[in-house]
């Protein structure tokens, strides 16, 4: 979120449909949600590949957003429940460099998306 701090101070406005665009399409690996990578905490790798694999195709199709888990409107963060476990995904916004948020959220030269995938005990 400190991203989307950054960007408002510095431009007094952020596109908050925008990076929910781009992050649904970052979610679906299209080419409109820019580049990124997607990575698991250790607790889901340990889980075994069919694990992983389940939480991917959820990820992909989740439509669960709410107010509670997203009260900006950006869809950065959902709650699932795979193979009976409770599971979180979590989408943030880097620099180029993957070193520091990004000062300009909605430009996909300068963001690049890293969404995690955890356990809430993982937070």
């Known amino acids: 979120m400190a991203a989307i701090a950054q960007q408002t101070e ?8 925008l990076i929910a665009q781009q992050n649904d399409a970052f979610r679906k690996r299209q080419p409109e949600g820019g580049e990124g990578m997607f990575v698991q ?4 790798d340990n889980m075994g590949p069919s694990f ?6 959820q990820i992909v199709t989740y439509d ?15 709650f699932m429940d795979v193979m ?5 995904f979590k989408i943030d916004l880097y620099d180029e460099n993957y070193q520091y948020g990004t000062s ?11 969404l995690t995938i955890l356990f ?3 937070y």
């Open 104 to 114: 300009a959220p909605t430009d996909l030269t300068k963001t690049r998306r890293v």
């Open 41 to 44: 905490t250790t607790a889901i």
């Open 120 to 122: 809430p005990s993982d």
């Open 10 to 17: 510095e431009a007094g406005h952020v596109d908050y449909a």
């Open 52 to 57: 992983v694999a389940a939480c991917l195709a």
């Open 84 to 88: 009976g476990q409770k599971v979180w």
């Open 64 to 78: 669960g957003f709410t107010e509670d888990n997203d009260p900006y409107g950006t869809r950065e963060m959902g």
